[in-house]
């Protein structure tokens, strides 16, 4: 199965500041299978980004996906306060499905 | 718009079994593939199983197969879990989701129930 690592675990910032989270594939996610969730506390995750770089539907252009092969990135370009939560990525190419441990984005 | 609402969580002893169901409206439940994912407390997601669109076809993660069975009624738009030979590492929120795409099968999810909580304990 394939393995996601993200990076980094916690991510201090502040509102206005620029987010940049890691996803690394075990091996090459086939298509660029590969999707992005925001999971705040006590709801359920909610779909920001597929295809590596499509994002989905109501999701603002500050957020942005890139990435090809077994990296991948999420970027957030400015932070609102709604923004501050978990993030997880997901490869979609194979199953078992999988996800990365997370990365907690928190308010510096 | 879609709605996905799980039912049948609850406290259970090691060993034996419980039903999750999840309640599908909002869409054409029949034309869709479904899956469960969990969630362990405060830890991340782990994808448990899909089900095709007509039932036909079924694929576990590792953890669960041979224990649990997802099945679904498409004429009740509801989905099943059955959990058998329960353990203290299953207990987790269980989703019902639901993919993007209208496929028989499609691992891309873009819709979530609010999850029903499985504790397993003695």
């Known amino acids: 199965e394939i393995v996601l690592t993200q990076s980094p675990g916690t991510l201090s910032l502040s509102p206005g500041e620029r987010a940049t989270l890691s996803c690394r594939a075990s091996q090459s996610v086939s298509s660029n299978y590969l999707a992005w969730y925001q999971q705040k506390p006590g709801q359920a995750p909610r779909l920001l980004i597929y295809g590596a770089s499509s994002r989905a539907t109501g999701i603002p252009d500050r957020v942005s996906g890139s990435g090809s092969g077994t990296d991948f990135t999420l970027t957030i370009s400015r932070l609102e306060p709604e923004d501050f939560a978990v993030y997880y990525c997901?490869?979609?190419?194979?199953?078992?499905?999988?996800f990365g441990q997370g990365t907690r984005l928190e308010i510096k | 718009q879609v709605q996905l609402v799980e039912s049948g969580g609850g406290v259970v002893q090691p060993g034996r079994s419980l039903r999750l169901s999840c309640a599908a409206s909002?869409?054409?439940?029949?034309?869709?593939?479904m899956h469960w994912v969990r969630q362990a407390p405060g830890k991340g997601l782990e994808w448990v199983a899909v089900i095709s669109n007509d039932g036909s076809n079924k694929y576990y993660a590792h953890s669960v197969e041979g224990r649990f069975t997802i099945s679904r009624d498409n004429s009740r738009n509801t989905l099943y879990l059955q959990m058998n030979s329960l353990r203290a590492e299953d207990t987790a929120v269980y989703y019902c989701?639901?993919?993007?795409?209208?496929?028989?099968?499609?691992?891309?999810?873009?819709?979530w129930g609010q999850g029903t909580l499985v504790t397993v304990s003695s």
């Open positions: 989701a639901k993919p993007l795409r209208a496929t028989p099968i499609s691992f891309l999810i873009d819709s």
């Open positions: 997901q490869q979609y190419a194979e199953s078992p499905i999988t």
């Open positions: 909002g869409f054409t439940f029949s034309r869709y593939g």
